[in-house]
Nanobody
Framework: QLQFVESGGGLVQPGGSLRLSCAAS????????IGWFRQAPRNERAVVAC????????YYADSVKGRFTISRDIAKNTVYLQMNNLKPEDTAVYYC????????????WGQGTQVTVSS
């Protein structure tokens, strides 16, 4: 069974941290580009960070540079998004995605996890 299961979302105060995880089963992540997207109410889904199949290229949206870190654990077939110094504008549903180079083709989506930053 093919699954791409997210975890780690929740409610956090401004300035706090969360780590999102996305674990794959039934397919491997090491030969795919992985991305994290987010979608806030009334906004389109937008890429936050992505990492190429050999981890040779990493991209971050300007709004999260210096605060978020994307990584993968090949042995665990899992990808992570470490989010530090969270701001209210980071509130959104976060999705992981796996696909081809540049994520022009997305093969798998996670189910989404809510991140709420509020005092």
């Amino acid at each position: 069974q093919l699954q791409f299961v997210e975890s780690g979302g929740g409610l956090v105060q401004p300035g706090g941290s969360l780590r999102l995880s996305c674990a794959a089963s039934g397919f491997t992540l090491d030969d795919r580009t992985i991305g994290w997207f987010r979608q806030a109410p009334r906004n389109e889904r937008a890429v936050v960070a992505c990492i190429s199949s050999r981890s040779s290229h990493i991209y971050y949206a300007d709004s999260v540079k210096g605060r978020f870190t994307i990584s993968r654990d090949i042995a665990k077939n899992t990808v992570y998004l470490q989010m530090n110094n969270l701001k209210p504008e980071d509130t959104a549903v976060y999705y992981c995605a796996a696909g081809g180079p540049g994520l022009v083709r997305i093969d798998y989506w996670g189910q989404g996890t809510q991140v709420t930053v509020s005092s």
